[in-house]
Nanobody
Framework: QVQLVESGGGLVQAGGSLRLSCVDS????????MGWFRQAPGKEREFVAR????????YYADSVKGRFTISRDNAKNTVYLQMNSLKPEDTAVYYC?????????????????WGQGTQVTVSS
């Protein structure tokens, strides 16, 4: 049974930083690739970043590359998303997810378990 709980969201001014955390209560966290996605009001959920099971390889959406960093601590069953230089367009609900499908790409359909999300609001 996988249960994902995100935390760390909040209200921040443009240019500020936040660190999101996602704890996975599943027993095999360290064997799964993890991802972060976000959904802004009126928009579809989109890929933000993902990290392989070992943490050795990361992938980012172009819109966050150079500003966001994904990492994981398998001993703590936790994946993080460090967000710097935040912009108002980063405002969204952020979700972590576990990859359960194809091992390639960043499609939502390949991630089978999702957290409840945490709200990030960036004011201008």
């Amino acid at each position: 049974q996988v249960q994902l709980v995100e935390s760390g969201g909040g209200l921040v001014q443009a240019g500020g930083s936040l660190r999101l955390s996602c704890v996975d209560s599943g027993r095999t966290f360290s064997t799964y690739e993890m991802g972060w996605f976000r959904q802004a009001p009126g928009k579809e959920r989109e890929f933000v970043a993902r990290i392989t099971w070992s943490g050795s390889t990361t992938y980012y959406a172009d819109s966050v590359k150079g500003r966001f960093t994904i990492s994981r601590d398998n001993a703590k069953n936790t994946v993080y998303l460090q967000m710097n230089s935040l912009k108002p367009e980063d405002t969204a609900v952020y979700y972590c997810a576990v990859r359960t499908g194809s091992p390639y790409g960043s499609s939502l359909v390949d991630f089978g378990y999702w957290g409840q999300g945490t709200q990030v609001t960036v004011s201008s």
